[in-house]
């Protein structure tokens, strides 16, 4: 697949990082500003608009969001480009997915209609391909705390310190927004909804962590948490975060898998400690493994429930079920699909985004 890339701006970098990804070659860069004309960019010489008429091609590239539109509306009106040769730093994906479910038409679910309408009216692939994207809106509040030199934000009232790799109110900010759409409630990423939820006095098993949110949420109505996270870059922030539910947290600094080591730890390993009553698990494709490691407890265990993530393998969502199930869990998943761009199948299809079970 040949294509242009159209701006050099600051989005230029991270397009060109992405379109790598994506086995695309690239014939040319142009660009509106006759400043930038006949300099050089990351190897290539940016050319005027024009220079697309000379050039072979199946797609242009916008590698600008603000713009996006106003550049798009350029190629249709004044070069004839057909809108499904117009996509930004996703295209080769998009097409991918595309190209694949056209040709698979049996492989479509009913409810997989409406994100692929969505795909196919803006030519591009995200994590979440519904309307609920687009109307989002969110006025999370970004702080700095001087003491610790850390940004926080004020979520659902309280403070959630944010890892120092977030050091300005920009990053801090698009991180947050992140998250909102995860949990938003048409969101297929949602642990959960109002007849899958966290009882009131559970002792609960967070693993994969990070900032803390989903242990935010229900850290008021639960006993304990026993917080799994081995990103050691979190640790400082979560501590700040739960200062004030120092006594209703436990902080365990390995990976939760099917192994039992000086960085590894199992389900369990932690039960042994702790009557675990809710499990949540998004650990980036490890959570079969860490199903494996709890065969003892979830097999005997009689009240439990978890919500384990499901969309980093395609095969994730199929090998969850059977194991939950041959432990007597009762399943479903959450509604809707994902398409994660960071999987290492392609193309990226669409996924499930959490598997809950119960008994």
């Known amino acids: 697949m040949r294509v242009i890339i159209w701006g050099s701006g600051g989005c230029f970098e991270n397009t060109l990082k992405m379109v790598k990804k994506q086995a695309i070659e690239i014939v040319g860069i142009v660009d509106n500003n006759s400043s930038k004309w006949g300099k050089k960019i990351a190897g290539y010489t940016i050319m005027p608009p024009d220079a697309i008429k000379k050039l072979a091609y199946d797609g242009i590239i916008i590698s600008t969001e603000k713009y996006y539109d106003e550049i798009r509306e350029q190629l249709l009106k004044f070069y004839n480009i057909p809108f499904e040769q117009i996509g930004d730093w996703s295209y080769g994906f998009t097409k991918d997915v595309l190209d694949y479910y056209n040709n698979n038409p049996k492989e479509v679910m009913e409810d997989m209609q409406e994100p692929l309408s969505y795909i196919r009216r803006k030519n591009k692939l995200r994590v979440f391909n519904y309307k609920f994207v687009d109307n989002f809106r969110s006025d999370i509040n970004i702080e700095f705390d001087e003491n610790v030199m850390l940004f926080y934000a004020v979520y659902h009232g309280k403070r959630m310190y944010l890892s120092r790799k977030y050091d300005s109110i920009e990053k801090a900010h698009m991180y947050c ?183």
């Open 177 to 359: 927004i992140g998250l909102l759409v995860e949990q938003h409630p048409e969101s297929s990423h949602v642990y959960l909804d109002n007849k899958f939820y966290v009882e009131k006095g559970s002792c609960v098993l967070d693993a994969g962590v990070a900032e803390g949110n989903f242990a935010l949420d229900i850290i008021d109505q639960v006993s304990h948490i026993v917080m799994v996270e081995s990103d050691e870059e979190w640790l400082e922030p979560l501590k700040y975060t739960f200062e004030p539910y120092k006594d209703k947290i436990t902080i365990i600094n390995k990976y939760l898998t099917d192994t039992d080591d000086s960085k590894n730890i199992t389900i369990d390993s932690i039960a042994k400690k702790f009557q675990i009553n809710f499990i949540k698990m998004d650990i980036e494709g490890s959570e079969p493994k860490a199903l494996d490691g709890g065969a003892g407890y979830l097999s005997f265990c009689k009240d439990i429930k978890i919500a384990a993530c499901a969309y980093h393998n395609l095969n994730d969502e199929k090998i969850i079920k059977e194991k939950l199930e041959k432990y007597g869990f009762r399943t479903h998943t959450s509604e809707g699909y994902m398409n994660f761009l960071w999987s290492n199948s392609n193309p990226k299809l669409f996924v499930r985004g959490i598997v809950r079970g119960e008994k």
